[in-house]
């Protein structure tokens, strides 16, 4: 299935948004970047997707679009929102989950190996 990658993100310094960049970077992903700074559009499409306001903020899109693939998997209990693949999206994952989120949604050819 043909999925675009959207990155949710900030212009300000956050590890988990300099970690995201990278290895989209490194892997030659092609992704759209959205920033939510100054773009209240973009702050309320976090806010729905994930429940709070909170980036990195992955989405394995429809292609051409801005729209998950499938709506996320729900967090069980009120588990925190960072690191927990939901399906279409993932929040602040570390490198080991970017990359098997990655993998699971065909941007990469393998899991994380290291």
């Excluded at 729905?48 to 990195?56: C, E, M, T, Y």
């Excluded at 998997?73 to 009120?78: A, D, M, Q, T, Y």
Aim: glycine content about 4%.
């Amino acid at each position: 299935v043909a999925k675009t990658l959207v990155l949710y993100g900030t212009s300000q310094y956050n590890p988990f948004m300099a970690l995201a960049r990278d290895v989209l970077r490194r892997y030659q992903i092609p992704f759209q970047e959205i920033c939510i700074d100054d773009n209240p559009d973009a702050v309320e499409c976090v806010r729905a997707l994930v429940g709070q306001v909170n980036v990195p903020t992955l989405v394995a899109a429809v292609p051409d679009s801005t729209e998950p693939i499938e709506p996320p998997h729900p967090l069980p209990g009120n588990q925190s929102v960072r690191r927990v693949d939901r399906g279409a999206l993932i929040t602040a994952p570390n490198n080991k989950q970017l990359e098997n989120w990655l993998f699971q949604h065909g941007f990469l050819p393998r899991p994380y190996k290291r």
